[in-house]
């Protein structure tokens, strides 16, 4: 009986951290896992654009975020910057899931940022004072830099695959 009461207090303790975490209204830790996600989306579809059968290699194996974005980086489908945030992000992303206390702070995004070089230093200089807006805008150089290669992808022919027919 000692032990339920002993787990109960427990998990209840547990919740109550969970709560407290996840309600802090200045956390950029979910907006962060959020842009991941949408991110690890873009590069499926440079995937798909890219792979006459790209379907088959999403569908039928788990590839993780890093190998993926290593497929897209073999592809020349993006900017040595934005690979290099993206593999940053991709970082940042794993640590955060394995880390109860992990925040996003002005040098995590400053981490991503850097390797897009001249665009990033436009956004730090013009948003570093607000932590949220920093953040906020470096996704969006980001985001936009990757859009860019998925348009690219997906209006050129995709790669054309020698058969084994001889």
């Known amino acids: 009986m000692t032990d339920n009461l002993i787990s109960k207090d427990f998990a209840e303790r547990e919740v109550k951290d969970l709560i407290a975490l996840i309600e802090k209204s200045d956390d950029l830790v979910p907006a962060l896992l ?10 499926e579809r440079i995937l798909l654009a890219q792979l006459p059968q790209g379907h088959r290699l999403l569908s039928n194996t788990s590839l993780s975020y890093r190998q993926k974005l290593e497929i897209v980086n073999a592809f020349d489908a993006g900017s040595p910057g934005l690979i290099g945030s993206l593999r940053t992000l991709n970082t940042i992303r794993n640590n955060a899931s394995h880390e109860r206390e992990t925040t996003v702070t002005k040098d995590t995004i400053e981490c991503i940022g850097r390797p897009l070089g001249k ?3 436009k956004v730090r200089d013009e948003h570093s004072k607000d932590l949220k807006a920093f953040a906020f805008h470096t996704y969006g150089v980001i985001f936009a830099e990757l859009i ?11 790669l054309e695959i020698p058969s084994d027919s001889g």
């Open 34 to 43: 959020r842009f991941h996600l949408l991110t690890e989306n873009l590069l």
């Open 119 to 121: 665009d990033f230093i």
């Open 148 to 158: 860019h290669a998925v348009y690219k992808t997906e209006h050129t022919p995709p």
